[in-house]
């Protein structure tokens, strides 16, 4: 798999993993990717029923270098000389359905909803509505990059809810065929079904950093979405490995300062038995790593994409470029080019 068939597997890639594993960093970082490859890429985020503002969107526009607080309408994040872009949006379910009903002919309900505050109980009213509402919307968006539409994207990455609610959350349709005879709430929930089970349509992406929880989380989840949803994975993105340095195996104050000397560095005792307590611990963390990533690998029968962990309180355009320098090349070492 090269980081073009990474693209060329399905035209939307969910990405969903525990919290706060790095959803949000990895779908930025395959958008980017895919612009890199000349692609028109679109992030599509969620947001909460009449939120204006979510910490997630704040946080892909600044690995982008951007302060743009996104919205439904599509913000442009980036925009190479290739041809290839980056957008984003963050949909609601009240903002869905205003459009929903727009592209049905009934402004003039949606304008009476907006206007009487009653927007976000109708889009929330129906257990699995809001679901609903969000992934018609994307799977709309599909629709348009399979027809080529001149302004549709050529691939969608979708910034998914974290795997607690993502079972759930794309569980609705299926819930909502079970519960609906008819209608258009039927008709919308069985398109979505026939998207996520359709894998040149969509596919999923797991993002895990290599410790013993998310990697637990990620297996269990994998088998949840194969068996529960239909939807085919792609891959797991192991995010934030830190770069294995070539440390003594049992670093000591006096080892060290015997280093620091032969580089003309005078370091007090203190310093050094602070630095040897840090060497131990980072070797001790590389350990933990590589066991959940072979571990990882026994239990769930994945191709694993390896991001390294960024020492920076915040990522921004650097970081992003260096993730996706990682993520193009873990892709490219997972097959050959030209391998099928
Ligand atoms: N490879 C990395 N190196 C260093 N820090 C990282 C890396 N990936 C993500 N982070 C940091 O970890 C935090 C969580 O990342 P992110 O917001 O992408 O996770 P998330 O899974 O989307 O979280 P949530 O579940 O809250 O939506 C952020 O502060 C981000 O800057
Ligand atoms: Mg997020």
Redesign the pocket.
Known sequence: MTSTTLFSQARVLIVT?K????????SGVMANLAADEGLRAMVFQIGAPGARYEP?TA?LARLFGSDEVLGYEASVLKSNPNGGTVNARAVTPDTALVEYLHLHGMRRLSRRLVSSGALDVVATAVPGMPDILVLGKLKQMERAAAAGLPNAPDVVVL?AP?TGHAVRFLQSPRGLLDATAGGPVRAQAQEVVEMLSDPQRCQVVL?TTPEETPVSETVETAHLLEERVGVRLLAVVV??RLPVLALPPEPDAGQLGLMARELGVDLTPVELEAMAAAGRLRLERQEVQAVQVARLGRELALPQLE????F?A??RPPQLAT?TDAMSAAAGRLAPAGAP
């Open positions: 993993g919290g706060g594993t790095g959803k949000t960093t990895v997630g946080q910034d974290a993002v995010n934030g991001l390294p962990f960024c920076n915040d990522l993730l």
